[in-house]
Nanobody
Framework: QVQLVESGGGVVQAGDSLRLSCAAS????????VGWFRQAPGKERQFVGA????????YFAESVRGRFTLSRDNAKNMAYLQMNNLKPEDTAVYSC????????????????????WGQGTQVTVSS
């Protein structure tokens, strides 16, 4: 069982940066891949990016590639989503999720590939 809590959301202007954190509790966080998803009002949940269990591989949605980066610190049971050059269309509730790491590595953009979810944190980007 893994519990996830996101933090770091807020209201920013277009072009600003934010770093979201995902704090994990429970056993063996280092054996889970972490995915980030977002959901805007009235829209479906959208994949943002994922990082493998040891932090050596990442995969991003095309809409955020080059602007967002992922990292993790397994010693602290933390994962991070660094968001740069934010745009109004990035406005959404951002959630982190954990899924059992596969070998060979598979970073899935599908919500069903993740077993545990946080409650989300709101990011609002004004123009």
């Amino acid at each position: 069982q893994v519990q996830l809590v996101e933090s770091g959301g807020g209201v920013v202007q277009a072009g600003d940066s934010l770093r979201l954190s995902c704090a994990a509790s429970g056993r063996l966080f280092s054996t889970y891949a972490v995915g980030w998803f977002r959901q805007a009002p009235g829209k479906e949940r959208q994949f943002v990016g994922a990082i493998n269990d040891i932090g050596t591989m990442t995969y991003f949605a095309e809409s955020v590639r080059g602007r967002f980066t992922l990292s993790r610190d397994n010693a602290k049971n933390m994962a991070y989503l660094q968001m740069n050059n934010l745009k109004p269309e990035d406005t959404a509730v951002y959630s982190c999720a954990a899924g059992v790491a596969l070998s060979p590595v598979v970073l899935t953009p599908t919500p069903g590939g993740y077993d545990y979810w946080g409650q989300g944190t709101q990011v609002t980007v004004s123009s």
